[in-house]
T-cell receptor, first 114, second 115 residues
Framework: GENVEQHPSTLSVQEGDSAVIKCTYSDSASNYFPWYKQELGKRPQLIID?????GEKKDQRIAVTLNKTAKHFSLHITETQPEDSAVYFC?????????????FGQGTILTVHP | DGGITQSPKYLFRKEGQNVTLSCEQNLNHDAMYWYRQDPGQGLRLIYY???????QKGDIAEGYSVSREKKESFPLTVTSAQKNPTAFYLCASSIHIAGLTYEQYFGPGTRLTVT
């Protein structure tokens, strides 16, 4: 079936290192790819998103890259800090529908050690 | 945090009872969504609504029901037919314009425990 696969499920880095989380999606019609951060006990919040008409987008220490041909997209966090520790979810609007539906990956638990 | 609210934060029910979770938004968003979050499984879509008086089933709608009588409100009922109702439930809302998908804003969630 249509899905979004996210890897790795857990990621542990030292403060200052970079972190990369990858997602693949099944439907080539998908055209919107957001990333959400969820801190413990809190609601998910959008940190960055990308549409299929661009290949890369940056916002300070965070960047997202999209490879439409290979149907995968990645989140890059540079100069990680302890406050980056959280669960990160990727998502895609499988089918590129106008309904606004998102299908989420399984999540990556990122731990940044001081 | 304003915008989208859910109540209560924690809810306890006995098996066999129906329970209704509240979701209200003042963002003037047309679209609203209900997700279920279980450890290691991400967010799974239960129901969504693009407009008042209309809603569609998501990926795991069995055992759940919704209504959308007002733009601001999208309550979710967990019925006794839901086999494993204990979970964290998240409500979200977004702009809806045909042809484009937009950021979803999430509520703080309701943790439901059924014993």
């Amino acid at each position: 079936g249509e899905n979004v696969e996210q890897h790795p499920s857990t990621l542990s880095v030292q403060e200052g290192d970079s972190a990369v989380i990858k997602c693949t999606y099944s439907d080539s019609a998908s055209n919107y790819f957001p990333w959400y951060k969820q801190e413990l006990g809190k609601r998910p919040q959008l940190i960055i998103d990308i549409r299929s008409n661009v290949g890369e987008k940056k916002d300070q220490r965070i960047a997202v890259t999209l490879n439409k041909t290979a149907k995968h997209f990645s989140l890059h966090i540079t100069e990680t800090q302890p406050e980056d520790s959280a669960v990160y979810f990727c998502a895609a609007n499988l089918g590129g529908t106008s309904y606004g539906k998102l299908t989420f990956g399984q999540g990556t638990i990122l731990t940044v050690h001081p | 945090d304003g915008g989208i609210t859910q109540s209560p934060k924690y809810l306890f029910r006995k098996e066999g009872q129906n329970v209704t979770l509240s979701c209200e938004q003042n963002l003037n968003h047309d679209a609203m969504y209900w997700y279920r979050q279980d450890p290691g499984q991400g967010l799974r879509l239960i129901y969504y609504s693009q407009i008042v008086n209309d809603f569609q089933k998501g990926d795991i709608a069995e055992g759940y029901s919704v209504s959308r009588e007002k733009k601001e409100s999208f309550p979710l009922t967990v019925t006794s037919a839901q086999k494993n109702p204990t979970a964290f439930y998240l409500c979200a809302s977004s702009i809806h314009i045909a042809g484009l998908t937009y950021e979803q804003y999430f509520g703080p969630g309701t943790r439901l425990t059924v014993t």
